[in-house]
């Protein structure tokens, strides 16, 4: 289990929480905290070993990445987190992100029975505290997609929350070097859905499994959705166009990832 987080953001302990519950139990916690002190890190650093015996016990593994604002980027914060991660299923949400219920990681974790599923994917619902704007656009592209059973063929892939085969990530990680070949690609990602096409290209599939589906917006408003929208249809124009297959850039292939064991 993977939690990005820049420290401990507003939800991080009530997700802890939710995680604990799960019918199916992670056996271990990696947390790659985007911090912005040596204060806030020490501070996440006594949570986790908290957290750890009050909530899972000895039977929980947890380690604790730092990367500073300068390293940070979607891709990159990913990657460092699945390169120490010990299981070969790597599961990723985000530290103000909620599993919708107690069957969350059961329900994605089940499709890979098929050996042929590289990963899987859920879908987005807004927080009770989420705008307006949000809920609207939210809610009506899931009840689509539901309605239409585009979920069954559908190639939603998305770091917000994801199960994924880390044999094959090692094949081909979160491709650091998005932001130079996509617009503006740094600040809004697109290397997830750039790996999903990529093991659709090798001939595997991505599934998109409603009931593993998480709460998450940022309390944005209209003024800010649109262009975010149109932003992210060009990026997923862009990587639709790569000639495939292809090979993806990490720095870790260099870099050897710094964490702390609790």
Request: glycine share 4%; net charge positive.
């Amino acid at each position: 289990m993977l939690v990005r987080t820049r420290n401990i953001e507003s939800r991080f302990h009530e997700l802890l929480w939710v995680l604990s519950r799960q019918t199916l139990q992670p056996s271990e916690l990696v947390i790659v905290d985007n911090f912005s002190s040596k204060k806030k890190l020490e501070e996440m650093r006594k949570l986790l070993l908290l957290i750890k015996r009050r909530n899972f016990g000895n039977h929980i593994d947890v380690k604790l990445v730092p990367i500073t604002d300068g390293e940070f980027s979607y891709s990159y914060s990913a990657n460092i987190g699945v390169s120490v991660a010990e299981n070969n299923l790597v599961c990723i949400t985000n530290g103000h992100s909620l599993p919708c219920s107690d069957i969350w990681l059961e329900s994605g974790v089940a499709h890979f029975k098929n050996p042929m599923v590289a990963g899987v994917g859920g879908y987005f619902t807004p927080h009770d505290n989420g705008t307006i704007w949000e809920k609207v656009a939210y809610n009506s592209w899931k009840w689509l997609n539901r309605v239409s059973k585009a979920y069954v063929k559908d190639n939603f892939f998305s770091t917000t929350n994801c199960i994924f085969r880390k044999s094959l990530w090692e094949e081909y990680p979160f491709d650091e070097s998005l932001p130079s070949r996509v617009f503006n690609a740094g600040k809004f990602g697109g290397e997830d859905y750039d790996w999903a096409v990529e093991m659709l290209a090798r001939g595997y599939s991505i599934v998109v499994e409603p009931r593993f589906s998480v709460y998450h917006c940022h309390n944005e408003t209209l003024a800010q959705l649109v262009p975010k929208y149109l932003i992210w249809h060009r990026i997923r124009m862009e990587v639709s166009s790569f000639e495939r297959p292809r090979t993806s850039y990490t720095k870790l292939k260099r870099v050897k990832p710094l964490y702390y064991t609790l």
